[in-house]
């Protein structure tokens, strides 16, 4: 959690909690490797209690602490104090939830299969492969900051279990049918049409319409010379570079890939409507005069539903796990006694 409004927490949580499985370890065991415990408190202190199961202070400092840190770096807002507290309290709300979903799980008939211990060590060793660590260095590293194998793996066993959970009781009971791809598409067209746009080499030579006249057709005739010798066969980018005071003229003019709306009107008809590789004739601005020659361009066009089916289906897929888990967390809450005491 960033810089961003608290109020934002209850969203990110859910969807960390929803697509949690289906990214995998990474993030929890990332910070189980690189995050350092929070110092001690000198009484700790009961801050949740979750239909029997408590949340000390010091879990939650220890949990809180890589976030708090970030936020300590990056937050340049007002009343840093104040925006902590916020945040801390909202991530005490997501282990409380950890902690139902977790207690869901090991009710009898859940139906979730109990985690073992070699599918833990399994994941464990994957990480420890990945960030190229060996074992006896991790264990090291974790007594370093007052931690233990044996605790990660329950921190471990115990996402692995809300994960199993949300599969069942979430993502399995999600479907999208065609009917709702298709009238997504349908409805959101803009977002699936290919903007068309022109990669352009650009020669400017400044001379504002409200300069000297003689001097302002001075520069005119020195652009149409340049592009004389342009068509005589010099390149267009060793012109651009030499003689133009325009974008880019160090790169020959280049300025790559530009759509309608960006350019003056004269200077975007002109290249829109000028054939690759061609250069166009001196275009009069505003401005100056202006150059140009088209490298490439990128065609407009609806990108056909065929193309965008598996993304428009993730997308109306992620909306209904939202909402699916915004309805089965509520029913969890008010059926379990919470106790919040920070």
Same mark, same amino acid.
Do not use: C
């Given at each position: 959690?960033?810089?961003?409004?608290?109020?934002?927490?209850?969203?990110?949580?859910?969807?960390? @909690?929803?697509?949690?499985?289906?990214?995998?370890?990474?993030?929890?065991?990332? %910070?189980?490797?690189?995050?350092?415990?929070?110092?001690?408190?000198?009484?700790?202190?009961?801050? &949740?209690?979750?239909?029997?199961?408590?949340?000390? !202070?010091?879990?939650?400092?220890?949990?809180? /602490?890589?976030?708090?840190?970030?936020?300590?770096?990056?937050?340049?807002?007002?009343?840093?104090?104040?925006?902590?507290?916020?945040?801390?309290?909202?991530?005490? @709300?997501?282990?409380?939830?950890?902690?139902?979903?977790?207690?869901?799980?090991?009710?009898?008939?859940?139906?979730?299969?109990?985690?073992?211990?070699?599918? %833990?060590?399994?994941?464990? *060793?994957?990480?420890?492969?990945?960030?190229?660590?060996?074992?006896?260095?991790?264990?090291?590293?974790?007594?370093?900051?007052? @931690?233990?194998?044996? #605790?990660?793996?329950?921190?471990?066993?115990?996402?692995?279990? *809300?994960?199993?959970?949300?599969?069942?009781?979430?993502?399995?009971?999600?479907?999208?049918?065609?009917?709702?791809?298709?009238?997504?598409?349908?409805?959101?067209?803009?977002?699936?049409? #290919?903007?068309?746009?022109?990669?352009?080499?650009?020669?400017? !030579?400044?001379?504002?319409?409200?300069?000297?006249?003689?001097?302002?057709? #001075?520069? #005119?005739?020195?652009?149409?010379?340049?592009?004389?010798?342009?068509?005589?066969?010099?390149?267009?980018?060793?012109?651009?570079?030499?003689?133009?005071?325009?974008?880019?003229?160090?790169?020959?003019?280049?300025?790559?890939?530009?759509?309608?709306?960006?350019?003056?009107?004269?200077?975007?008809?002109? &290249?829109?409507?000028?054939?690759?590789?061609?250069?166009?004739?001196?275009?009069?601005?505003?401005?100056?005069? @202006?150059?140009?020659?088209?490298?490439? *361009?990128?065609?407009?066009?609806?990108?056909?539903?065929?193309?965008?089916?598996?993304?428009?289906?993730?997308?109306? /897929?992620?909306?209904?796990?939202?909402?699916?888990?915004?309805?089965?967390?509520?029913?969890?809450?008010?059926?379990?006694?919470?106790?919040?005491?920070?």
């Amino acid at each position: 959690m960033f810089p961003g409004a608290a109020r934002r927490h209850h969203d990110l949580n859910r969807g960390n @909690q929803v697509k949690i499985y289906r990214k995998g370890l990474a993030v929890i065991l990332a %910070v189980l490797l690189i995050s350092a415990p929070a110092a001690a408190e000198l009484a700790d202190r009961i801050v &949740a209690v979750v239909n029997g199961e408590v949340i000390t !202070l010091s879990d939650l400092n220890r949990a809180f /602490e890589p976030y708090s840190d970030q936020i300590e770096e990056k937050y340049k807002g007002p009343d840093k104090g104040a925006f902590l507290q916020k945040n801390r309290e909202a991530f005490l @709300q997501r282990l409380i939830d950890q902690m139902l979903i977790e207690q869901e799980a090991k009710k009898p008939g859940a139906g979730v299969a109990d985690v073992k211990d070699e599918e %833990v060590m399994g994941v464990i *060793r994957d990480m420890l492969v990945k960030n190229q660590m060996t074992m006896p260095a991790y264990v090291k590293k974790l007594a370093e900051e007052g @931690q233990t194998l044996e #605790g990660v793996k329950k921190e471990i066993r115990g996402q692995m279990l *809300r994960m199993r959970l949300l599969r069942r009781e979430v993502q399995s009971r999600i479907l999208v049918t065609d009917e709702e791809i298709g009238e997504y598409y349908d409805k959101h067209r803009q977002e699936y049409e #290919g903007r068309e746009a022109v990669h352009i080499r650009l020669i400017f !030579l400044p001379a504002p319409r409200g300069a000297d006249r003689a001097a302002r057709d #001075g520069v #005119g005739a020195e652009a149409n010379r340049l592009r004389e010798r342009i068509l005589k066969g010099e390149r267009f980018e060793v012109i651009a570079a030499r003689y133009s005071k325009g974008p880019a003229a160090a790169e020959g003019g280049d300025i790559g890939f530009v759509e309608r709306g960006v350019m003056m009107p004269e200077v975007e008809k002109a &290249a829109f409507d000028l054939p690759v590789g061609e250069v166009s004739g001196v275009i009069d601005t505003e401005e100056g005069f @202006q150059l140009l020659t088209v490298v490439d *361009r990128k065609g407009a066009g609806l990108k056909p539903l065929s193309v965008v089916r598996d993304e428009i289906k993730s997308k109306i /897929e992620d909306e209904k796990v939202a909402k699916k888990y915004d309805e089965w967390m509520d029913g969890i809450r008010k059926k379990s006694f919470i106790d919040v005491r920070l």
